[in-house]
């Protein structure tokens, strides 16, 4: 268990809709990333967040939104949902943004199925 | 741009042998991290191995080792003496430190290669 807790596991839902995604890090970790991993394009990043900034932004759309709260718990907001945003999404934690080791360790990922 | 390189899509090995998954990378920035992550297949990404690009000694961490050759920019995992446990797709990632101590937090993975562990 890497202490990093996703919510829901799994989210089926309809073209359209709009969801949210819910991340605890590990306690402690001020670092919350989220990543998007997909058959055809792989493991992306997608965005993080650092004691509730924004820190570094990826290949994220404009249809999807996070925002980290003062509990540093992260949420992935992912709006008018299209078949090709079917994926697994993970969330990762990192105690502090440096340039030492710094691990991500990852939830289990909330799986999304859009039909 | 960061990227990396894994060409194996799969792998088998018997169990109790060793195994090599090989990972290049490529990056202009001399400060980066190397990692190695598996994922079982219930999904969840595990961390095992890290490597950072100015660290003198190649990592281990128990039945994992990381042979970086920064030259020729690899960094390919060696797990001995396989497990049937050890049947997952494993990726390889880096981080690219940045100038001036700005730390960026991204990943970029590699495609990933599936390990299949045989009795």
């Known amino acids: 268990d890497s202490g990093v807790t996703q919510t829901p596991k799994h989210l089926i839902t309809a073209t359209g809709q709009r969801v949210t995604l819910r991340c605890s890090p590990r306690s402690g970790d001020l670092s919350v990333y989220w990543y998007q991993q997909s058959l055809d394009q792989g493991l992306q990043f997608l965005i993080q967040?650092?004691?509730?900034?924004?820190?570094a932004k990826g290949n994220i759309l404009e249809r999807f939104s996070a925002q980290q709260f003062p509990d540093l718990h992260s949420e992935l907001n992912l709006s008018s949902l299209e078949l090709g945003d079917s994926a697994l999404y993970f969330c990762?934690?990192?105690?502090?943004?440096?340039?030492?080791?710094?691990?991500?360790?990852f939830g289990a990922g909330t799986r999304l199925s859009v039909l | 741009a960061q990227k990396i390189t894994q060409t194996q899509p799969g792998m088998f090995v018997q169990e109790k042998e060793a195994v090599t998954l090989d990972c290049t990378y490529d990056?202009?920035?001399?400060?980066?991290?190397l990692f190695w992550y598996k994922q079982p297949s219930s999904g969840e990404m595990i961390f095992l191995i890290y490597q950072g690009s100015y660290d003198q000694q190649n990592a281990t961490e128990g039945r994992y080792s990381l042979n970086f050759q920064k030259a020729r920019k690899s960094a390919n995992l060696v797990i001995s003496a396989s497990q049937l446990g050890d049947s997952a797709m494993y990726f390889c990632?880096?981080?690219?430190f940045g100038a001036g101590g700005t730390s960026y937090g991204k990943l970029t993975f590699g495609q990933g290669t599936i390990l299949t562990v045989h009795p």
């Open positions: 990056t202009s920035d001399p400060s980066y991290g």
């Open positions: 967040y650092y004691n509730g900034e924004e820190r």
């Open positions: 990762a934690s990192s105690p502090k943004d440096s340039l030492a080791k710094n691990i991500q360790y």
């Open positions: 990632a880096m981080r690219v």
